[in-house]
Nanobody
């Protein structure tokens, strides 16, 4: 069973940057579409960014386009979320998600993923 573990969260001032990392155990990482989601207090979990398995195609929520960048290293079983120009409204618990597929794809819906990390807190102070 593949497990996902996030790291890199913390407290940062508005305008600052953070890089989140997600490590996947197991040997099927290269077949997994990966995504980052976030959940702010009192709000539903929302899609932030997604990346396909081997083509590296990416997509982002409108709220983070131009500020966040998702990438992956299949040799290291890692997916990253580089966050820049952070705003107070980016404060949330950030989750890494994955789904093994037989074709390259980006998944936008929370229900499309079957693997989740425990989450890492990102707090942006204004």
């Amino acid at each position: 069973q593949v497990q996902l573990v996030e790291s890199g969260g913390g407290l940062v001032q508005a305008g600052g940057s953070l890089r989140l990392s997600c490590t996947a155990s197991g040997s099927s990482f290269s077949s997994m579409a990966m995504g980052w989601f976030r959940q702010a207090p009192g709000k539903e979990r929302e899609f932030v960014a997604g990346i396909s398995q081997s083509t590296g195609v990416t997509d982002y929520a409108d709220s983070v386009k131009g500020r966040f960048s998702i990438s992956r290293d299949n040799a290291k079983n890692m997916v990253y979320l580089q966050m820049s120009s952070l705003k107070a409204e980016d404060t949330a618990v950030y989750y890494c998600a994955g789904k093994a597929l037989s074709y390259n794809a980006i998944l936008w819906k929370e229900t499309s993923y079957n693997l989740w990390g425990q989450g890492t807190q990102v707090t942006v102070s204004s």
